[in-house]
T-cell receptor, first 112, second 115 residues
C-alpha cells in the first residue's frame, strides 16, 4: 500500500536551533514529492517540489532533499515565524493519477 | 493576481441538511482538486477535475458527496444529508496545467461543522 510517514509528529525548538523533519515514503513509483507549510486556519502553502533522488532545493532557512526512500526538510537557525505544520505529499507515477498522498504532518514550534 | 478562494469559510449544519461549498480557482488554472482534512490529519483526496471533466472521484466517501465544475472554472462540492462524521475542513486546490507534477495551490478551506 502506498504510504507517506512523517516524523516527528511534533518538534519544539529554540530560536536558532537547527533541525530536520523527515518524510519517508513507500510507493509504487514516485512522480514528485511536495513540501507544504500550513498555518492554523489556513490552507497549505507550497514550499518545494522534488522529482528525483539527489535533488535539493533551498528557500531562505529551509532546504529540502530527496533520496529513494525519504525526504528531509532542514531548518537552519529557525525563527518563531517558522512555527507551523509542515506537510509532505507524494504524487504517484501511475498514468493519469493526479491525486497527492499526504503524510500527517510535523507540528513545529520555535520558541523565542 | 488573486489566489484560490473558497466560500463560505465556516458552515454549521444540522444533521441531515444539505450543504454546498464553493471554490474559485486561480484564473486560467485547468486542474481543480477537492480534499478533506480532519483535525490533526493531512488532507485526503476527494476528487479531481480537468476543465469541466471530473477525471477522478475515487476519494468521495459516499454517494452523498457530489462535485461539479460545469464551465471549467468555479466548482461546487455538495454534501447531501450531512452526518457528524462529515465535519472537517474542505480544501480546494488548483494547478495550471493537466500535468500531474504541476504545483497545487490551495484555498483557505471551508470548515464544516455538523451538529
Amino acid at each position: 500500500e502506498d504510504q507517506v510517514t512523517q516524523s516527528p509528529e511534533a518538534l519544539r525548538l529554540q530560536e536558532g536551533e537547527s533541525s530536520s523533519l523527515n518524510c519517508s515514503y513507500t510507493v509504487s513509483g514516485l512522480r514528485g514529492l511536495f513540501w507544504y507549510r500550513q498555518d492554523p486556519g489556513k490552507g497549505p502553502e507550497f514550499l518545494f517540489t522534488l522529482y528525483s533522488a539527489g535533488e535539493e532545493k533551498e528557500k531562505e532557512r529551509l532546504k529540502a532533499t530527496l533520496t529513494k526512500k525519504e525526504s528531509f526538510l532542514h531548518i537552519t537557525a529557525p525563527k518563531p515565524e517558522d512555527s507551523a505544520t509542515y506537510l509532505c505529499a507524494v504524487r504517484l507515477n501511475a498514468g493519469n493519477n493526479r491525486k497527492l498522498i499526504w503524510g500527517l504532518g510535523t507540528s513545529l514550534a520555535v520558541n523565542p | 493576481g488573486a489566489g484560490v478562494s473558497q466560500s463560505p469559510r465556516y458552515k454549521v449544519a444540522k444533521r441531515g441538511q444539505d450543504v454546498a461549498l464553493r471554490c474559485d480557482p486561480i484564473s486560467g488554472h485547468v486542474s481543480l482538486f477537492w480534499y478533506q482534512q480532519a483535525l490533526g490529519q493531512g488532507p485526503e483526496f476527494l476528487t479531481y477535475f480537468q476543465n469541466e471533466a471530473q477525471l477522478d472521484k475515487s476519494g468521495l466517501p459516499s454517494d452523498r458527496f457530489f462535485a461539479e465544475r460545469p464551465e471549467g472554472s468555479v466548482s461546487t462540492l455538495k454534501i447531501q444529508r450531512t452526518q457528524q462524521e462529515d465535519s472537517a475542513v474542505y480544501l480546494c486546490a488548483s494547478s495550471f496545467g493537466g500535468a500531474g507534477t504541476d504545483t497545487q495551490y490551495f484555498g483557505p478551506g471551508t470548515r464544516l461543522t455538523v451538529l
